[in-house]
Structure formats: C-alpha cells, structure tokens
C-alpha cells in the first residue's frame, strides 16, 4: 500500500525537535533568544543596533546573530554597537532553521551572553513556520507598509508574542491608518502587544529589551491562538527564493572569518499602540 509523504511537514517536524533541544540548552545557560521577523526594509537592523546599544550603556549582556541571503552589511551596522556580532549568510535560502542556528551558535556564543537577538532573513513568509528554539518572537511591520500586512501574513503575525511598529516618524507622511492596523492585527492574534517604535527619533527603543529581560526574569510572553497549532503558510512574498530545508547556510562573523560551521513580559512603561492590541 502506497502512502503519501508530506515533506515539508517531515522537514519542519525535525526542525521542532532541534528547536526544542536547541530551547533547552539556551535555558540552562541563562541565555534567552529573541527571534526578530519582518519584511525587507522595515528599519529591523537599525531598530536593534539601537537596542544593543542601549544594552551595553546599562550592562547587559547581548549578542546579536544576522541572517541574510548576501552581504554582511547588517553585521558590519550592529557591530557599531559593541556587542558580539556574527553574520549568517544562507545562499538564497529564505529561513534560518534550529539546528543551521545551533551550529553557529556553537563556539561562538559568549558563556556570559544574557540574551540573544536574531535577525532573521528579510521576509515574512518561509521564516514564519520556523521554530528557532525562541524565547520572544517578535514580528516588525514600518509605518510605510501598510495597514493590511498582518491580514496578508497571518501566520507571522499570528505566532507573535510581540509586535513592533517601526519608522513612526513617517507615519504622517505615508498616511498611516493606525486603528486599521490594530484591527487587522487583533484578527489575527488577539491580546498581543502592539509598541510604537522610531529608531530615528528614539520612541519606544528600550521597549523590546525591557520585554525580552522580563521574560528572562520569568515573565510569561503572550502566548498567540496559533501557537497550539500553527498553520504551515502558503503566503508569498516577493524577491525570496523558497528554500527546501535542506540547504545549509555559511557563517561569517564581522571581523569576516570565513569558516564553514555545520550545520515569550512586563510592561515598563514605554508607549504602545494599543495595551493588548
């Protein structure tokens, strides 16, 4: 008798273990992980080369891992900040995965590192269905984007603990419906926490530490609706080759060492779009 083999649940099934062994051994290091999802061009990198700043003015410890398809652009910006910064970069394809991040984690990761923050390659699609082993996933959408995007990827928007809006100095210029946006964003993950953010004018940068070390300290983060049974998506995002699983990225830290390696808070007070959007 014939049985038919769905591949990419196979693929994202072993991808869950290696999260979960991957979860474990952050934990009993006292690391916790910060998964960071968004479109090409929503100012992620700006917005965290904020925050690792900020972070070190205060003493914490961080360090910073960069996925990308090409160029060690966003590692060579974040490691102006001081912190511990490596680059990833996945020859086209559009994900990290938990045992790809595991392997250049491994030897590289700061014994006294507190918390991890990954940039995740640029787009709101493949990465969505990856589990990266996170404490906080945290999903970022510009001002300039449109108010529609969590409708459009739900989801992304939907396995959220947290969702940052960025760029709000633009927002009078590209018309921004914020209100719409809440909606869209309550449709499809009620209860999760919306900040308003502008690495430009510095609204709301701290908000994301704050968040990710009071779920180190032992907050519980917004736990999403999909998160009991995330959809596999079939959203489609532009200019992203899909990848298979199985290919393997290259690590490259930002003093450009080119060696192959294999291989959810408490609020504090900063500005939200909507206190449980």
């Not at 700006?46 to 960069?66: H, I, K, M, P, Y």
């Not at 990308?68 to 652009?73: R, V």
């Not at 999903?139 to 449109?146: D, K, N």
């Not at 739900?154 to 960025?166: K, S």
Request: aromatic share 2%.
């Amino acid at each position: 008798m014939c049985r038919t083999v769905d591949l990419r649940q196979a693929v994202l099934a072993r991808n869950d273990d290696s999260a979960r062994a991957l979860r474990t051994a952050l934990a009993a290091r006292g690391t916790a992980s910060v998964n960071l999802l968004s479109s090409p061009g929503s100012g992620k990198t700006a917005l965290l080369e904020a925050e690792l700043g900020l972070a070190r003015r205060r003493g914490v410890a961080v360090a910073a891992l960069t996925a990308d398809l090409a160029t060690e652009n966003d590692a060579r910006r974040l490691a102006r900040s001081g912190a511990p910064v490596k680059q990833v970069l996945t020859d086209g394809l559009c994900h990290l995965e938990a045992r790809m991040l595991a392997g250049h984690l491994d030897g590289w990761l700061p014994p006294e590192c507190r918390l991890l923050f990954v940039e995740n390659v640029g787009n709101l699609v493949c990465p969505a269905s990856y589990d990266l082993g996170e404490t906080l996933r945290v999903v970022l959408a510009s001002v300039t984007e449109g108010e529609d995007k969590p409708l459009k990827y739900p989801t992304a928007f939907g396995l959220a603990n947290l969702v940052l809006v960025t760029k709000t100095d633009l927002a009078a210029a590209a018309e921004f419906d914020e209100p719409a946006f809440l909606a869209n964003v309550r449709r499809v993950n009620p209860g999760v926490e919306v900040l308003k953010t502008s690495a430009r004018t510095g609204e709301g940068v701290g908000a994301l530490l704050d968040r990710a070390l009071a779920v180190l300290d032992g907050a519980q983060p917004h736990r999403p609706v999909m998160a009991a049974a995330p959809p596999h998506s079939h959203e489609h995002d532009d200019g992203h080759e899909h990848g298979d699983g199985h290919t393997q990225g290259h690590g490259h830290d930002h003093t450009h060492d080119h060696a192959h390696r294999p291989e959810h808070g408490h609020h504090h007070g900063h500005s939200a779009v909507g206190e449980n959007a």
